[in-house]
């Protein structure tokens, strides 16, 4: 159980597009979504926290006209990298949290690797 | 927010050896996660300990927290070369559900 996808896994665009990314709790309904940016060799950065149905919040940092969110639902949060840049590119992770006895774990997807020429 | 710091950064050992990574964080915390990551790869979680527990035990995992030092540290018994990953500290605060990661400790398991 606690099984989370994303979407695709690896994608190579030009710079000026915009790229989605769909993050998705297959066998169980998320509390809360979580979204992360990765760099090489390096840690996760949290980006910006999403509850369904409401807009999410962004760290500080974090552009949120840049990177939209969208929490459709309890098993689908989608990051719009847009207008992307080389900059931009890196390993964007989602987790999304479920009820742990008391506590909450997060359960992550596989990452989606991109690419920004 | 709170950081995890791991050390050591890197850690290489032969297979059958025991590692073991520290974790430290600044301020007080609700529970604490280790997570592996394989190169290119996402997160598995690997175990939670709470705040109010100083010690939990997962196969050949041991996890022990240390609030009065506020540090953490994972034990990976008898190794084996499918233990190569990074390994991540990860805490939660009081009242949050976010987590703020530590820089990771490279481990590599020399068959």
């Known amino acids: 159980g606690a099984v989370v996808s994303q979407h695709p896994s690896r994608v190579i665009c030009k710079s000026g597009t915009s790229v989605k990314i769909e993050c998705r709790s297959l066998d169980f309904q998320a509390t809360t979504m979580f979204w992360y940016r990765q760099f090489p060799k390096q840690s996760l950065m949290l980006m910006a926290t999403s509850n369904e149905g409401s807009k999410a919040t962004y760290e500080q940092g974090v552009e949120k006209d840049k990177f939209l969110i969208n929490h459709a639902s309890l098993t689908l949060s989608t990051l719009t990298v847009t207008s992307a840049h080389p900059e931009d590119s890196s390993f964007y992770i989602c987790?999304?949290?479920?009820?742990?006895?008391?506590?909450?774990?997060?359960?992550f997807g596989p990452g989606t690797r991109l690419l920004v020429l | 927010s709170q950081q995890g710091e791991e050390d050591p950064q890197a850690l290489s050992i032969q297979e059958g050896e025991n590692a073991t990574m520290n974790c430290s964080y600044k301020?007080?915390?609700?529970?604490l996660q280790w997570y592996r990551q394989n190169s290119g790869r996402g997160l598995v979680h690997l175990i939670l300990?709470?705040?109010?527990?100083r010690e939990k035990h997962s196969g050949r995992l041991r996890v022990t927290l240390d609030t009065s030092k506020k540090s953490s540290s994972l034990l990976i018994t008898a190794s084996r070369a499918a233990d190569t990953a990074s390994y991540f500290c990860a805490d939660s605060g009081a009242g949050s559900y976010q987590l703020t990661f530590g820089k990771g400790t490279k481990l590599s398991v020399i068959p």
């Open positions: 300990i709470r705040s109010n527990e």
């Open positions: 987790s999304a949290s479920a009820p742990d006895g008391d506590q909450e774990t997060q359960y």
């Open positions: 301020t007080s915390i609700n529970n």
